[in-house]
């Protein structure tokens, strides 16, 4: 290899020191005018030498000052008419000068207009540092985000000043341009955008991760996506979580929220901190779709519940005087108590009614706001006493049940119907083209789950002699599913559903006089929150918002972590849970005027919390909120029949 030159030495140490950016080009601009005003300062003085009497202002007959006109001529070329009476000598200089100042401006100009606009692109791509405090941060990207910051935005409407920081592996300008049109009205809430690992710890500190008050952490995938694509997503987001850790101050409490789908990455999760709640959104979904099946218009009152836009859950406590759970309840001007939290942690929900409140308890309680909540020394309403409608329970029967489409939920779906069905109940699962996986699933779980059949029926959902074939009035129940095709968006799926719906909606229209299809339930889940009302108008009785819910969920979880427990007995078959339950059952006459402070009692006789009503006349009416009314005035009077219904957390459905 050849010794290098001088002259490719000088060039290499001056391309490694233009390569450093601004500062090095400003610099080189000042030792070029630098230079150049030297030497034509130098030109200018010999001019004098060599003809002193040439110069156009005798007030600038030292070298001194024609030095100054000189830097004039350089820094502004229009002061060449300083030269207008001098000598041709003297000319030759304030050209040069003249030439020179229109060269350096013009670099100038470029450099200024460089570094502008490499600033601005900087500034675009989001890797500035974030100055925020008590900021809830979102790490990751995925198809949540939108239902997520609405959670959020209604969440801070109390706040003067809130914001939300999400920081992921996108362009900052592609994640502005994608809030700018699906999250328009932001309230007081700023949302802030970074790109960059959310895993890095130096772009943890950029957006400023030890200041922010809890941490949501996004799967990179959808719930449609494969196996190998949702670990993948499990150990980005598992190093997500160290990468958190690791970044937050020693000492200092912070919440992280993770969305996980395998078992043991969330057991994994957890075990890297407390501070780490990990939940899986499609076994949330499973659950929910099964259990407003059973208990019709549950999908409304889960909408309200787990939303901040509407009633909340709380936790509140209060100089409690040894008073018991029973007569707590009607203690509270707003809002219903539902449980309680022990010092330990302990959350119990539905209590006994004859359980006193210790000094240390927490009250669980749905509310409407937390500003609202006020435990009075003296109840706000008192109930009349009135006899239970003894004897009546809801049997059980043997049920059939209608799935119709596949997704990952499905396998969940069934097992869980298994836990409330009885023995000899049957689902039938209706696909267009199951693939030989599906038919494997399903011909485990038949064999696994003893008090259920479960039978494939291979046809088209959106075929009207197809579904007429089925007798769909026949069933129970039926559930339609959102497609579980990757290459299938919202709006295909919804659509589809929609399509499927208006076919049902005839074929029931149809049905002859002798055949009740009242008895029949259809719940959808659907994808996009846009298409909430097209499905309400279809005919559907319940649905359930995939999206929405989850990302509802994880809202809550971050600005409360200790409500996770409770979603989990609710949520649960074993523990107590949310029930729509007919007035029959509670009362022996009809119609009849009751407060809800009466309800409240009647209930109570039955081991079990009244927190709102639904009115069947209304059940339809997407205005009056499909006829549910949650945590109403305890003296408000209301008329019921025989099949309106009472809102309960119960532990069974009977």
Known sequence: MPTPTLR????????????????SIFFSLVVVFLV????????????????????????????????????????????????????????????????????????????????????????????????????????????RVPEILRELIIANESEDDACVVILADLPKEEMDDYLKVNVPERQTTRIVTRSGKPSA?????????????????????????????????????????????????????????VELFQQRSREIAEEISPEVTAIDGQEILAKLLVQTSRSLGLSVVYAEV??????????????????????????????VPIGLRHVDGTVVINPESSLTLQKDDDILILAEDDSTIEFRSEPVAVPQTLPLAEGRKSEPSIERELLIGWNEKVPMIVREYADYVQAGSQIDIMLREPTDYVRQTIAQLNESLENLTIQLIESNPTDIPSLTALQPFHYDNIIILSSGDQEADSETSDSETIVI?????RIFSEAGPDIDITKTKIITEVMDSDNQ??????????????????STILAQISEEASIKAVYDDLFSEDGSEIYLKPARLYFTSFPIEVSFADMMAIAQQRNEVCIGVKIQAME???????G??????????WTLGPEDRLVVVAEDET
């Open 501 to 505: 719906l208006i076919l049902l909606r």
């Open 36 to 143: 150049l005003f030297g030497l034509l300062a130098g030109l200018r003085g010999v001019s004098m030498l060599m003809h002193p009497k040439g110069v156009s202002h005798e007030t600038h007959d030292s070298f001194l000052g024609q030095s100054y006109i000189i830097f004039l001529e350089l820094t502004d070329p229009g002061n060449m008419n300083q030269d207008k009476f001098a000598s041709p000598l003297f000319k030759v200089s304030g050209v040069l000068a003249g030439l020179a100042g229109v060269i350096i401006l013009s670099m100038l100009i470029a450099f200024i207009t460089t570094a502008l606009d490499q600033k601005l692109s900087e500034l675009r791509k989001g890797f500035s540092r974030v100055i925020e405090s008590d900021h809830t941060l979102i790490l990751g990207w995925n198809h």
């Open 533 to 550: 009302e097209l499905v309400a108008r279809a005919g559907v009785h319940d649905f359930i918002i995939s999206n929405r819910f989850v």
């Open 306 to 335: 787990l939303s901040f836009d509407g009633c909340e859950l709380y936790f509140h406590q209060a100089d409690w005087s040894g008073i018991a759970f029973g007569k707590a309840i009607y203690h509270f001007p707003d809002g």
């Open 620 to 626: 339809t009416d997407m205005q009056q909120n499909f």
């Open 201 to 257: 710890k130096h772009n943890l500190e950029i957006v400023s991760l030890p200041t922010s008050k809890s941490v949501v952490i996004l799967a990179s995938c959808g719930e449609s996506a494969n196996e190998a694509e949702k670990a993948a997503s499990d150990i980005r987001t598992i190093k997500t979580i160290l990468g958190v850790v690791a970044s937050k101050e020693e000492g200092t409490e912070l919440n992280i929220v």
């Open 8 to 23: 490719e030495r000088l060039r290499y140490k001056f391309d490694t020191f233009i390569s450093k950016g601004g500062r």
């Open 628 to 637: 549910v009314k949650l945590i109403p005035e305890k003296n408000t009077r």
